[in-house]
């Protein structure tokens, strides 16, 4: 038996650093939304008590570096399987941009604990599976469950809010990536010049007023975090009629929201000279689509 699982990419509609904990983490509110673009990744038992990880991007590493690796052996440990019977092969088909802020690296992670749980028979709970999860990544509970959702501590306290209306959403990613690390290091060394409408954004999400939602997107790396060509990408996209404009996560990644398909493929085209990696997509209700594949 195979569990194949379709690990979509997310975006912060809003993202606010509340403050810096005592250890080392940071207190976030976040409005996170599931998006359309996704890794696919496929797991399978197999004897010897390893881990073995294929990826068709050779600049992600296939080792215990690898968010996958980790949450492997996270769920390994939690569900408390040991070797010989622990064995897993996992496939990565990479379709998310890396080190871009749409938590590819999450994703993985997300989608290997939800395989294994299914691959093991173990029938934890969706909550229980996120509690693993937290243990390797903040952005993995998000990416287990998934939709639209209110993430606050570190990103692993998880609050429904009313679904994002259908749009379009385009995603511009500059040639190089940003280490999350670093952009909080950034954070702790510079703090933030003012705080974003976390209440006036909660308010236009449980409304649903899309055009609302697109005017307070706003993101507290923003104030800190150096992305080239950044104005000329939102331009770009407020030009070609999108309700707002905003960078993902610690960066670089930046998306804009449209109402209508058109103006997003004009918008994406002319892009194109700013960013290498450019995508039209739309939100997405899930963090993981699971298959099981019968052999």
Do not use: W
Request: net charge neutral.
């Amino acid at each position: 038996m195979k569990v194949k699982v379709n690990a979509y990419a997310k975006i912060n509609l809003m993202l606010d650093i509340c403050a810096k904990r005592t250890d080392g983490y940071h207190d976030l509110f976040m409005i996170m939304q599931s998006v359309g673009i996704y890794d696919t990744v496929t797991a399978q038992r197999i004897k010897g008590g390893n881990i073995v990880i294929n990826c068709d991007n050779a600049d992600i590493p296939t080792d215990s570096r690898n968010i996958a690796y980790k949450a492997a052996e996270a769920f390994f440990e939690a569900a408390k399987i040991r070797k010989p019977s622990r064995g897993v092969h996992i496939d990565i088909i990479k379709r998310i941009p890396h080190a871009a802020g749409l938590a590819g690296g999450s994703a993985d992670g997300a989608a290997v604990i939800s395989a294994l749980n299914i691959l093991y028979d173990k029938n934890l709970s969706e909550n229980e599976l996120c509690g693993i999860g937290s243990k390797i990544g903040a952005d993995i509970p998000f990416c287990i469950k998934g939709g639209t959702l209110l993430a606050q501590g570190i990103g692993e306290v998880l609050s429904k809010v009313r679904t994002l209306r259908k749009c379009y959403i385009v995603l511009a990613k500059p040639d190089f990536g940003v280490n999350t690390g670093a952009a909080f290091s950034q954070f702790d060394e510079n703090g933030k010049v003012h705080s974003p409408d976390c209440l006036g954004m909660l308010k236009a999400v449980y409304s649903r007023d899309l055009r609302d939602i697109s005017s307070r997107l706003e993101n507290v790396f923003e104030q800190f975090i150096e992305v080239p060509n950044r104005i000329y990408m939102k331009e770009i996209m407020r030009n070609n009629n999108a309700l707002g404009a905003c960078m993902s996560g610690s960066g670089p990644t930046v998306f804009g929201i449209f109402e209508d398909k058109n103006d997003a493929e004009i918008a994406a085209e002319e892009l194109r000279e700013y960013a290498n990696e450019v995508f039209i997509t739309k939100p997405v209700n899930k963090g993981c689509k699971i298959s099981v594949i019968d052999e």
